[in-house]
């Protein structure tokens, strides 16, 4: 399984940016697809995921409301629609993918994307 991620940059705080991953090779095989970052000197963080099958999604206190994950299984891609970014967004974005149930910590998913740099400017 190979997971391509894209759409970041810059912003500015109150703006937004969508990010989206794609999954190629046995994607069928996956249940849940989610997004984590990281910051500079931070350890990498759960953001938001989503079940491939009935949709259900988790978020993170820090971005409930202002975040929405979704997916479109025709083409395999999951997407990060940011809203309200604030500075504190501001980290390395990466998607991945794993077998089995939801999951936050990042040593429970199999397959990993490319990480893609978010920057949001006070």
């Known amino acids: 399984v190979q997971l391509q991620a894209s759409g970041g940059g810059l912003v500015q705080a109150g703006g937004s940016l969508r990010l989206s991953c794609a999954a190629a090779?046995?994607?069928?095989?996956?249940?849940?697809m989610a997004w984590f970052r990281q910051a500079p000197g931070k350890k990498r963080e759960f953001v938001a995921s989503i079940s491939w099958g009935d949709g259900s999604t988790y978020y993170a206190d820090s971005v409930e409301g202002r975040f929405t994950i979704s997916r479109d299984n025709a083409k395999n891609t999951v997407y990060l629609q940011m809203n309200s970014l604030e500075p504190e967004d501001t980290a390395v974005y990466s998607c991945?993918?794993?077998?089995?149930?939801?999951?936050?910590?990042?040593?429970?998913?199999?397959?990993w994307g490319q990480g893609t740099q978010v920057t949001v400017s006070s």
């Open positions: 090779g046995r994607s069928f095989s996956l249940n849940f």
């Open positions: 991945a993918a794993r077998r089995g149930s939801h999951a936050v910590a990042p040593s429970n998913y199999d397959y």
